[in-house]
């Protein structure tokens, strides 16, 4: 087994919402013009803010703990826990009254799996690790008082590793390591519009984007002399590796002087996948290996509130549902998905007029997945059992405005 096995969803690699404030309302952000992340969301709100200079900093942290059932062993085996980091960095700047410019930095994909080097799904996957990192320069106009929108131009840089055991030897240090990194160009669009004093309403596209790797490595060790001919000790690894395209609307609506609330709808297009092809080495016995992926469209539903405590706190609490679009037989324990149910909380402290402290968390219950092997299907990898995940995130960040 020479390919890298990758389970993706339309909440599955993502790392949650891309800021402390968007946390603490469940991420229903596409109408939500108080927080700088509006320029990742949508680029149209950004011409929508007010005449300063605005900064915002923050970090945060994605926890999952999985635990696996096996259909025939009835063997139990749990992921180690294993942080994945991120962080995000928001800047915008009035050119004049109708137009702003702004730069998003952030880390909306990723995960870190880690399972026993003993577990029973060890030749399909031991530890796997996706970090990225998107930079989108951003420009926003406002056509009157009420409409404005924008565009950005997305660079993002990706580094992925993988490392499994080869089943057919006994001994589990036998292994196979994929390490590499690659970039890729996409865009994102965003319409922002009032159509009332107290409710607005946001559209917003965002690309596909590709990241490309193209040198890569492909590693083994402890190879049995025997076969080091079939095994090299190292491969060149050519692959691509795909985020889907979302489109988003959203509402946003000041219910009272105090409260706002928000709502979001997303659906995101993964069903142009169906395979993912890794070119392994220059020799032709290791041309070329697929992994066959048979996604789905995926929808995910955003509701959050914000209320106005005091002139200094503010208050947020939001609930989501995000749906998977991976069938049972494609589950991957590199990521196993399930459909998600999570719910937030986030408070911000303003300690000056220019400055502010936010914080969120969020909690997502994802749905109990069996997977199926299927023998029909030797392209797809996986290992039969249930997996049971649950999902933490937590943010902290700094505002600024001058």
């Not at 994909?109 to 320069?137: A, H, I, K, M, Y």
């Amino acid at each position: 087994m020479l390919f890298l096995s990758l389970s993706a969803a339309a909440g599955g690699f993502q790392t949650g919402p891309q800021s402390a404030r968007t946390l603490g309302i469940g991420g229903a952000s596409v109408a939500y013009v108080r927080d700088l992340a509006a320029i990742y969301y949508n680029p149209g709100a950004l011409a929508q803010m007010d005449s300063l200079n605005h900064f915002s900093l923050g970090g945060l942290t994605n926890l999952r703990t999985t635990s696996f059932l096996g259909n025939d062993s009835r063997r139990i085996a749990e992921q180690e826990l294993q942080p994945l980091l991120g962080g995000y960095f928001y800047a915008a700047h009035p050119i004049n009254d109708r137009v702003s410019v702004g730069l998003s930095v952030n880390t909306p994909f990723g995960f870190n799996t880690r399972w026993p080097s003993d577990w029973e799904g060890r030749s399909v996957v031991q530890q796997t690790r996706l970090n990225t990192v998107f930079v989108q320069p951003t420009a926003a106009i406002r056509l009157n008082d009420n409409f404005s929108m924008g565009a950005g131009l997305v660079y993002a840089y990706g580094r992925m590793s993988q490392q499994y055991a080869l089943g057919q030897y006994d001994d589990r240090n036998v292994t196979a390591t994929f390490k590499g990194s690659g970039s890729g160009l996409g865009f994102n669009v965003g319409l922002y519009g009032k159509t009332a004093e107290t409710l607005s309403f946001g559209v917003s596209y965002r690309s596909p984007v590709t990241l490309k790797v193209k040198d890569g490595t492909a590693s083994y060790s402890n190879v049995p002399a025997l076969d080091a001919g079939r095994y090299p000790g190292t491969a060149k690894l050519r692959t691509e590796l795909a985020t889907p395209g979302a489109l988003s609307v959203g509402m946003a609506d000041n219910v009272t002087k105090k409260l706002l609330v928000t709502f979001d709808f997303t659906l995101s297009a993964w069903s142009r996948y169906d395979s993912l092809t890794f070119n392994i080495g220059d020799a032709p016995g290791f041309a070329t290996r697929t992994a066959g992926l048979r996604y789905e469209d995926a929808m995910a539903f955003r509701v959050g509130g914000e209320y106005a405590y005091s002139d200094m706190i503010s208050l947020r609490a939001g609930v989501s549902y995000d749906e998977t679009p991976i069938r049972d037989e494609y589950i991957s324990p590199d990521l196993p998905d399930g459909n998600k149910l999570g719910g937030a909380l986030g408070v911000s402290v303003q300690f000056t007029p220019n400055l502010s402290a936010d914080a969120g968390y969020q909690f997502e219950y994802v749905a109990e997945r069996t997977s199926r092997v299927v023998q029909a299907r030797a392209n797809v990898s996986n290992v039969g059992g249930t997996y049971r995940t649950r999902v933490h995130t937590a943010a902290l960040g700094l505002s600024y405005a001058f």
